[in-house]
């Protein structure tokens, strides 16, 4: 498939294969053209709004600190995702001789791209211009993903060696390569030192792999774990995620939509930032609807989107899948949706 044949947008589809040499010529394209909606969207921000990334400057003041304006203002807020791009690429030209900024600007470049737009190319693009953090390269390998190559995306993982991350995300990012072998093989690692994210990421990667025992195994594991006093605030929500996730894969044989009657039932979990609510209607023995009526998850749109329309086309939660790269999101979805549903056959 030569270059003309490629999506212009950069959103992917691990669906699709493409070589490392036609990733590299989309990643290029994208990089050096605008979206094709760049020319409708107006340049648009407070005037009050500090462009240099000084932290001090209006500390908690979205409309003064950047990036509380990015996080509080644009992300939680569709018609601002654009918007906020744009900003950011005007701060490439303010910030241009100030190499923290311009670092700072292309990683949250990538962020927005990636986490918002789904816009795979351009997101690879600029966190490449970012530098090599590790808490990049999952992501980096995501969009590889995502764009076709998983030997890309491997190859950026194994860079890594280990899982350094605090939630565990190498060791996901090489279950969604559907590698669990090879993210298993971190998580026992990383177990010597992180034993609680280490044993939710396997669960996880188990989940997502279909391996619903060993996935309750893992999760039983991260509820024996001592609680961390160094970290206890941490090692509380990642005992009440495993518990989330326990509860929710042990019901997923029992949900039956033959037994439910109509009526529209709600659900909660625990998101990746906070409580997350679903509402999920029932009509004719059949799902005709999954809605997300509460969270806290700014960063991850495409959960939200994905993993309702997923669950509705798969007509239960049972082997539906994750949205890569944004796992504890998504599985915050299926597991408030299996809990409105256990509660409708009660």
Same mark, same amino acid.
């Given at each position: ?15 699709? #294969? ?17 979206? @094709? ?25 979205? @409309? ?57 190319? &351009? ?19 995501h ?13 950026t ?6 899982d350094?991350?605090?939630d ?11 590698e ?9 690692? #990383?177990? &010597? ?21 060993d ?8 509820? &024996? ?6 970290? +206890?605030? +941490?090692? #509380?929500?990642?005992? +009440? ?6 509860t ?32 999920? @209607? ?8 999954? %809605? ?22 798969? +007509? ?22 299996? %809990?409105?549903?256990?509660t409708?056959?009660?």
């Open positions: 498939m030569g270059l003309a044949a490629l999506p212009g947008g950069g959103r992917g589809d691990s669906a699709i #294969k493409r070589t490392k040499s036609q990733v590299e010529a989309l990643i290029r394209k994208a990089g050096a053209t605008p979206p @094709t909606w760049w020319d409708s969207v107006k340049l648009d921000y407070p005037a009050t709004l500090d462009l240099t990334w000084d932290q001090k400057n209006g500390l908690h003041d979205e @409309t003064r600190n950047t990036s509380l304006y990015l996080w509080w203002v644009c992300y939680p807020n569709p018609g601002r995702w654009k918007p906020g791009v744009k900003l950011l690429h005007h701060l490439l030209q303010v910030n241009q001789r100030d190499p923290g900024a311009l670092r700072k600007t292309m990683a949250a470049l990538g962020s927005m791209y990636h986490d918002l737009l789904q816009d795979y190319a &351009r997101a690879a693009f600029w966190w490449r211009k970012a530098g090599s953090a590790t808490e990049i390269q999952p992501k980096l390998a969009c590889y993903w995502k764009l076709g190559s998983k030997a890309m995306a491997a190859a993982l194994s860079l890594l060696g280990s350094d991350t605090q565990g995300s190498v060791i996901k990012a090489w279950a969604d390569l559907g669990l072998g090879k993210a298993l093989k971190l998580a026992r690692e #990383k177990a &010597r030192r992180a034993p609680e994210v280490a044993y939710l990421a396997a669960g996880d990667a188990c989940r997502k792999a279909g391996k619903y025992d996935a309750v195994a893992y999760y039983e594991k991260v509820l &024996r774990v001592p609680e961390s006093s160094a970290r +206890q605030k +941490q090692s #509380k929500l990642n005992k +009440q995620r495993a518990q989330a996730n326990l929710a894969v042990r019901v997923f044989d029992a949900l039956n939509l033959n037994r439910l009657p109509d009526g529209t039932y709600a659900g909660s979990s625990l998101g990746y930032a906070g409580a997350l609510e679903v509402s999920v @209607t029932v009509r004719g023995h059949r799902l005709t609807s999954v %809605k997300v009526t509460k969270h806290e998850d700014k960063q991850f749109f495409c959960a939200l989107n994905d993993t309702p329309r997923r669950i509705v086309a798969r +007509q239960g939660v049972k082997g539906v899948d994750a949205v890569s790269g944004a796992t504890m999101t998504s599985e915050a979805i299926l597991n408030a949706t299996a %809990k409105a549903l256990a409708a056959m009660e």
